[in-house]
């Protein structure tokens, strides 16, 4: 596959003092103190993901991805925009890891590209590819910040999905081999393992809805795609273990409270149905060896003898990706008969419609901390988006301030009364390629110019700065009474 690229130049940012841009300056609103204090071993940390940054998609032998070539279908990406070049983080990588290390983060939560390190899905790897992550390792380590490495984050080589994908029950068993590799290469350098990002997500808009990369639709895909999903992550586990790494192992799963968008049966049976699937479906069965009673049915034929014992694997701590409540309504056009509605209640929204929900944090922390035996969790993504434009408010980003600030005192309540939370990271450090959406949103604590390619921080990267700095002096106070 030979996709037209037009190349930018890559542009080194200096690492120098940090200083308000101008436009953030020249406002009258000052920066509201970061006043917010957590433990002195709390992790602050930022996120992202391989597909969403790197660029560099025909570089250095990577091969293709079902995303790359998802992206290159009409009609599926808003505004017929791709991750050909993205943030060219292949290129910026040094600059913007001395970024995070201006801030002052310690704690870098990113994706290897699969299609990158094995283009053709097999078990022939790419040494350049290997290079450019022993490079990002090296250049996190020179700064202090410590790496938690996400073996799938989405990309898929494309040579597997020839073969079905997640549909077919052999990616799990690839997924396994590829851990191992990757584990056995980076194990006395990385200190946490992150297995899947998100497989519930990913199963739901890649293999059911269609709307993400490979596009697939219908109940049968969906299912077999998780449960595929749920076993590979089982698979990998073993293969970490029996490797030995040192780092802790765990996993990312985008868990949310459920809410029937009315109080008709309808809805209601929906919102249950669509709860057993979105967080029972990743949860219980890696924490209890099953699935939960309402799709044990859908799961059934797809379960191979000692295929729940492999997925039930011990994990030294869960990522949880938290941005909103979900409400649900009745839906029959969906393969599950569920779909997202409105709020009941009234809410503010963020510019995608997301509502803001900021105590949502604190009852699914409690949730699962009462559930599944009162696992170690940290936050692995919250974050806030502002609209694609270049006004001065992408960058005074006062509202992300205010919605990272209000998540963190639900997190901080969540800790007070006994859930054990050991870190919070922001989605995310860039502006990314956000998926099928593109360009169109900015979550990042960096402004990127996908044109120019440079990088402006916002407002909120030095407030999150001040709040890692107020951080960390407390925990010196504590440690030199």
């Not at 584990?183 to 709307?211: P, Q």
């Not at 120019?452 to 700065?465: C, I, Q, V």
């Amino acid at each position: 596959m030979n996709f037209s690229l037009t190349r930018r130049h890559a542009l080194a940012l200096p690492l120098q003092a940090l200083a308000l841009p101008e436009a953030i300056a020249a406002t009258s609103s000052p920066i509201p103190p970061a006043s917010i204090h957590f433990g002195p071993n709390f992790n602050f940390g930022v996120s992202s993901s391989a597909y969403q940054i790197e660029g560099a998609v025909q570089q250095d032998g990577r091969g293709p991805g079902i995303w790359d070539v998802f992206c290159h279908q009409p009609g599926h990406i808003s505004k017929g925009q791709n991750a050909d070049i993205a943030c060219d983080h292949y290129h910026n990588m040094p600059a913007d890891v001395a970024l995070m290390a201006q801030a002052g983060i310690k704690n870098y939560r990113f994706s290897v590209s699969w299609p990158r390190l094995f283009p053709d899905g097999n078990n022939i790897p790419n040494p350049q590819g290997f290079a450019f992550y022993d490079r990002l390792v090296e250049q996190l380590q020179k700064h202090g910040i410590t790496p938690w490495l996400c073996l799938y984050h989405w990309d898929l080589p494309q040579a597997l999905q020839d073969k079905g994908g997640w549909t077919n029950r052999d990616t799990s068993a690839r997924l396994g081999e590829f851990a191992g590799y990757v584990s056995h290469h980076f194990k006395d350098r990385i200190a946490h393992w992150m297995i899947l990002n998100e497989a519930a997500v990913h199963s739901m808009f890649g293999y059911g809805m269609g709307s993400h990369a490979p596009g697939l639709r219908g109940k049968d895909s969906w299912f077999a795609a998780l449960h595929h999903l749920n076993l590979g992550q089982g698979l990998s586990i073993q293969a970490l273990r029996a490797n030995n790494v040192p780092g802790r192992i765990g996993t990312v799963a985008c868990c949310e409270p459920i809410r029937s968008s009315t109080n008709n049966q309808a809805d209601l049976a929906a919102a249950q149905r669509f709860d057993a699937i979105w967080n029972g479906s990743v949860l219980k069965p890696l924490f209890h060896g099953a699935y939960p009673e309402q799709v044990q049915e859908e799961f059934a034929p797809l379960c191979q003898t000692g295929d729940l014992a492999n997925i039930h694997q011990k994990i030294d701590l869960l990522g949880v990706n938290y941005y909103n409540r979900l409400h649900i309504r009745a839906d029959p056009a969906s393969p599950i008969g569920a779909n997202f509605g409105p709020t009941q209640e009234p809410a503010r929204f963020t510019v995608m419609g997301w509502p803001i929900e900021p105590d949502g944090i604190f009852e699914i922390l409690t949730h699962i901390h009462n559930t599944y035996g009162k696992p170690e969790i940290f936050i692995s993504e919250n974050g806030y988006a502002t609209a694609d434009d270049s006004k001065v408010s992408d960058i005074d980003d006062m509202g992300r301030i205010t919605f990272i600030s209000d998540h963190l005192n639900f997190v901080k309540q969540a800790i007070d009364s006994g859930v054990n939370v050991s870190g919070y990271f922001v989605w995310s450090m860039l502006d990314s390629f956000e998926w099928n959406d593109g360009m169109k949103w900015h979550f990042g604590l960096v402004k990127v110019d996908f044109t120019t390619l440079e990088r402006t921080p916002k407002r909120s990267y030095f407030w999150y700065a001040d709040l890692i700095r107020q951080n960390a002096a407390r925990t010196l106070q504590a440690s030199n009474p």
